[in-house]
T-cell receptor, first 116, second 112 residues
Framework: GAVVSQHPSRVICKSGTSVKIECRSL??????MFWYRQFPKQSLMLMAT?????????EQGVEKDKFLINHASLTLSTLTVASAHPEDSSFYIC????????????FGNGTRLTVT | AQSVTQPDIHITVSEGASLELRCNYS??????LFWYVQSPGQGLQLLLK??????LVQGIKGFEAEFKRSQSSFNLRKPSVHWSDAAEYFC??????????FGTGTSLTVIP
């Protein structure tokens, strides 16, 4: 149980285009999902907390207008990288928690974004 | 402030040898502790977790971890490492308010 599906796994786009990444909870409902960014050989950096039916909560230093998050249903959150640039190239991972803060996070398999 | 430290950036062990990955945490209350493993280009998979009770917890793939409050540690161990264990390992602390604090990770290389 507690499967998180992330799509696409890899995307290459040209500078200036927008890219949408989907994160789905397949067998549970997730009122809250989390979006992380991971640089090569580094830990995960929390970008934002996605709340179903309300605005996302962004971490300090994360541009809201660049990284658009929509949590339209209890099983789907999307991250759109608007007008992507090469510096946005990274590994993006979503996660969700089943239940309370006592529960572990379950992670998607990540999306490798390369902006040329 | 809450934090997680993994002192070893990279560890190399021989296949069949024992393994211990260190994790130290700083947290004001009782921590909820986790170990995750990440294979290249993949998301994170939960190995084990500690909330309360027995301080020695068993996880998947033959891993175990011991919570030592006096040392603020939650080290991950495995008696005999397999080549497939080569990956990145992250220790994490779960806190209130949906916060999760990750360590910087330890990269494990297994040599035949």
């Amino acid at each position: 149980g507690a499967v998180v599906s992330q799509h696409p796994s890899r995307v290459i786009c040209k500078s200036g285009t927008s890219v949408k990444i989907e994160c789905r909870s397949l067998d549970f409902q997730a009122t809250t999902m989390f979006w992380y960014r991971q640089f090569p050989k580094q830990s995960l950096m929390l970008m934002a907390t996605s709340n179903e039916g309300s605005k996302a909560t962004y971490e300090q230093g994360v541009e809201k207008d660049k990284f658009l998050i929509n949590h339209a249903s209890l099983t789907l959150s999307t991250l759109t990288v608007a007008s992507a640039h090469p510096e946005d190239s990274s590994f993006y991972i979503c996660s969700a928690r089943v239940g309370t803060v006592l529960s572990p996070l379950h992670f998607g398999n990540g999306t490798r974004l390369t902006v040329t | 402030a809450q934090s997680v430290t993994q002192p070893d950036i990279h560890i190399t062990v021989s296949e069949g040898a024992s393994l211990e990955l260190r994790c130290n945490y700083s947290y004001g209350a009782t921590p909820y502790l986790f170990w995750y493993v990440q294979s290249p280009g993949q998301g994170l998979q939960l190995l084990l977790k500690y909330f309360s009770g027995d301080t020695l917890v068993q996880g998947i793939k033959g891993f175990e971890a011991e919570f030592k409050r006096s040392q603020s540690s939650f080290n991950l161990r495995k008696p005999s490492v397999h080549w497939s264990d080569a990956a990145e390992y992250f220790c994490a602390v779960g806190a209130t308010g949906n916060q999760f604090y990750f360590g910087t990770g330890t990269s494990l290389t297994v040599i035949p």
